[in-house]
């Protein structure tokens, strides 16, 4: 069985691709000949899982998923959530974006914060959805040099290392898209 990750972030694919078993061959954005930026102008993780996933089925012949995930911190009242990927203006720049994040929480007491992915899968022209979440803190500054993103701030909870300490089966353990792509594994597991 063939099966499209709408994605371009090549992190998401390696986590997704070590849970996704062997029943299923994942096929990138590349491989399908995709190369359309596909705007995510949703106000939530959901719409924009949505419109990646819709995109490639309104376009091309197979059944595909998209991942829409972020980082919500509760004194930053839950932000960068939608935004993470762009959070200090240029998509994809992490280092600005951790940067960001450690200027606005200087002095915050409430560290509190959680990872959310939501997919939206498109399989055999109906829409289902699948969720994860992670909850921890966030770290002072940066530490260990795995995983993307906030991986190098971000502390799950019960935990002393951050998810950039971890290595990518650990982190998939536990993570918001480890959780996501387990539902998802189950559904796919009754078709
Ligand atoms: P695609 O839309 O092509 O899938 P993207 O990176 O643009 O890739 P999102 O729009 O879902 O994906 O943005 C998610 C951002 O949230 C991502 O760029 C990271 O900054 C952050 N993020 C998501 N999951 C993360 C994780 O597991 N670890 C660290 N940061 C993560």
């Known amino acids: 069985h063939k099966l499209v990750f709408a994605t371009n972030n090549h992190h998401k694919l390696e986590e997704v691709a070590a849970k996704i078993g062997s029943a299923f061959t994942l096929l990138t ?4 000949g995709c190369t359309e930026d596909i705007a995510e102008t949703g106000k939530s993780f959901e719409e ?8 490639v089925s309104a376009h091309y012949d197979y059944n595909c998923f998209g991942d829409d995930s972020g980082l919500e911190i509760d ?18 720049d992490h280092t600005a974006n951790i940067e960001k994040v450690l200027n606005q929480m200087q002095g915050t007491e409430n560290r509190k914060a959680r990872f959310r992915t939501v997919i939206s899968l498109i399989w055999n022209g109906a829409e289902y959805f699948f969720e994860g979440k992670i909850e921890g803190s966030i770290r ?52």
């Open 75 to 92: 004194a930053l009242n839950g932000e960068p959530g939608i935004f993470s990927a762009r959070y200090a203006g240029t998509h994809g």
């Open 48 to 55: 924009n899982a949505s419109l990646k996933s819709k995109y």
């Open 140 to 191: 002072g500054e940066l530490s260990g040099a795995g995983g993307f993103g906030y991986d190098p701030i971000f502390q799950p909870d019960g935990y002393d290392i951050t998810f950039a300490e971890m290595s990518l089966d650990e982190k998939n353990k536990i993570s918001h898209r480890g959780k996501a792509v387990e539902n998802l594994v189950e559904f796919l597991k009754q078709q």
């Open 29 to 32: 954005l590349d491989d399908i």
